[in-house]
């Protein structure tokens, strides 16, 4: 078998002897390495059965975080301000509830949502975060349209990103 | 008389049957361990491990429109692609896939065609194979077509000669043309315990062929003619539906052919060492010998398909560098040692 090292030393043609120069050790090597490929585990997933499971920096699609059966948002419209994508409309009606605001109707249009979490960096409650789903199927432009009942999401369920975000703020 | 008449039918039939099959199960095999090889799982959903996706790419095929370019020339056309599937469907039949067997009372030799001259069938016959493929990118009309038919004949031209030449080696060796023949000639054992195969042998022949028959059956490290980065598909760009389906077929029975070929010249055939002194009856014996074959053909075959996940493919002048500078001078000194030693030896 040739020495050839791949590290460090430049390897000329003439320094070779005719059984490297035939390359056949390195097919050889090469195609061990092939045969040793194969065993490997799978880097893919089997979709439909098996899911892919993000890790809590995973941006999907954004929700509202619910605490205390109520969403967190005041209906300041920031959101929907830095929306580059204007997908996120907001109209702000009254409570009796100590945060005195809330949005009467809080909609996304998942059509147009590019999912760069800007929403979520410019909240001040922590009302709306990046949640770790990405399967979003519809079959209309009406039904892209998101409303505040599918939006809200429970603190439990966002618990991983919102401990990410306090960490990473 | 009848009764040949009707084992040569049976053969036949036999024969087309395993050819096509096997070559589309070659497709599956193909996709599947070259997925492992790039860490994916590859077509798993048709049917028991994806076993019939084949068969469904081939119904697939049947359903399409075959559309012909406005400015192809339609005979030539059609033409083509049935020149490349007869003539990788044709060359198998001389390869011997078993010794002779005894049943229903008559002595069967196991293979197609027994040729006396099989070895220039051979050549003969992959050399038309050009034909389909140059046929195909002329009469599409297409630059990229037109491109992939003439690498294709200038590569396949180039080492049909260092093909033919190894293959010379392995003749005087065995001092008969007739395939059959070659395999009984290794059947022997050097010093005693080394079965005669030709890879021991003729270990130069050896290498040389293989390489040649990679470039022959326009596998990876020689697939110039179509390239798919710089000729869009090569010869069959315009090709759509059955026709493709028959040039994709074509290569994968070419592919299985080849592989026949090297195991029957270089890898002892159907021939099972030390199987002789097992004590087992004449049947059972060449019943083990086809699984020999059979088990040797897979592994060439696997082989192929990981060589072609090895190694990228050859720029055109190395190509021809290659073939000319060095297939050649190799298997022509081949022969001379050959003959050297065969005239000081006897």
Known sequence: MGTMQSSGKIIRKKDLNIWQKSYIPEILKGVRQTIAEMFKPKFTYNYPEEHFKPNPSFRGRPVLVKENEVERCVACGLCSRVCPALAIEVQASETQLEKERYPIKFEINMVRCIFCGFCEEVCPEEAIVMSNEYELVFSSQEEAVFDKQKLLKSTEELKLRLEFLRKNR | ?346
Not at chain 2, 178 to 186: G, N
Not at chain 2, 243 to 253: Q, R, V, W
Not at chain 2, 306 to 327: E, H, S
């Open chain 2, 1 to 346: 008389m009848e009764s040949l008449l009707l084992i040569s039918i049976a053969k036949f039939v036999a024969f087309l049957s395993i050819v096509l099959l096997a070559a589309i199960l070659l497709v599956y095999a193909e996709r599947r361990v070259s997925a492992f090889i790039q860490n994916r799982v590859g077509p798993n959903r048709v049917g028991p491990w994806g076993l019939f996706q084949a068969l469904a790419d081939v119904a697939k095929l049947l359903l399409k429109e075959d559309i012909v370019p406005k400015n192809a020339y339609k005979p030539v056309h059609d033409l083509a692609p049935i020149i490349s599937i007869a003539v990788s469907l044709s060359t198998f039949a001389i390869v011997p896939f078993g010794n002779t067997i005894d049943i229903f009372g008559s002595h069967v030799k196991l293979m197609i065609a027994d040729v006396n001259v099989g070895i220039l069938y051979l050549l003969s016959i992959t050399s038309l194979g050009v034909y389909g493929i140059t046929l195909a990118g002329w009469s599409s009309n297409n630059k990229y077509s037109l491109l992939g038919g003439l690498r294709s004949s200038a590569q396949m031209i180039s080492y049909e000669l260092s093909m033919g030449l190894s293959i010379i080696g392995v003749v005087m060796v065995a001092g008969t043309l007739r395939l059959d023949q070659i395999v009984v000639h290794q059947t022997q054992y050097l010093g005693g315990w080394l079965p005669a195969w030709n890879i021991f042998v003729q270990p130069v022949a050896c290498i040389t062929f293989v390489v040649a028959a990679f470039a022959e059956t326009n596998r990876l490290p020689f697939d110039l003619p179509e390239a798919e980065p710089e000729l869009v598909g090569g010869y069959h760009t315009e090709y759509t539906g059955l026709k493709f389906g028959l040039f994709f077929l074509a290569e994968y029975a070419n592919m299985f052919t080849a592989s026949a070929v090297i195991v029957t010249l270089f890898l002892g055939g159907w021939h099972l060492p030390y199987a002789e002194n097992l004590g087992v009856s004449a049947l059972t014996l060449s019943l083990l010998q086809v699984l020999a074959f059979i088990v040797k053909l897979v592994a060439v075959l696997l082989f192929f398909i990981i060589v072609r996940w090895t190694i990228p493919r050859f720029r055109y002048d190395q190509l021809m560098n290659i073939g000319w500078k060095v297939m050649l001078p190799l298997t022509l000194a081949n022969v001379l040692v050959t003959g050297l030693v065969i005239l000081l030896t006897q």
